[in-house]
């Protein structure tokens, strides 16, 4: 792969990486809510957010959604998730076939679902993290073809 291919593969592993210990730590807290909505509350009433009643107000009725609304299955979704891709990226960092394998067909089946849900909830976000993920797919496929295929049929040739 060129210069600039490998830069945006490895680019784009990197933020996938922080992206699931984030999804790990989220999910982690989500099994916590008493503790979460305390937390947010505190940052709520901080000298910072004092003067900034809107944002203050939002996170109050953050905090009050999180306590109200505990979900188990969003946090395990997150850790599974989030586990998963940490698991697969330090295998391709590793250079393990598998990682690779294991990373297109997680990001793919997820790219999909956030597909899915910003064209049929108009959920925006939704919709560019899938973008994003069909083409971190493309770079790790790239760099699976250019590893594990072309020797095989450079070989051949």
């Known amino acids: 792969m060129g210069k600039t291919t490998d830069f945006l593969f490895r680019a784009g592993l990197v933020i996938k990486g922080v992206d699931a210990v984030f999804e790990v730590v989220g999910g982690v807290l989500l099994m916590m809510p008493t503790r979460l909505a305390r937390w947010i509350t505190v940052v709520a009433e901080h000298e910072v957010y004092r003067h900034h009643e809107a944002l203050a107000g939002k996170l109050d009725n953050l905090a009050s959604s999180v306590a109200m609304h505990p979900s188990v299955g969003e946090a395990a979704y997150l850790m599974v998730h989030g586990l998963a891709k940490i698991i697969l990226i330090t295998a391709i960092f590793k250079d393990k076939r598998w990682g690779y394998l294991g990373l ?3 990001l793919s089946f997820f790219a ?5 849900r910003g064209i049929t909830a108009h959920e925006v976000f939704s919709a560019l993290f899938g973008v994003f993920d069909i083409l971190v797919v493309i770079l790790i496929y790239k760099e699976y073809r250019e590893r594990f295929l072309k020797p095989k049929n450079s070989a051949s040739n």
């Open 104 to 106: 297109i067909f997680v």
């Open 112 to 116: 999909v679902v956030e597909l899915g």
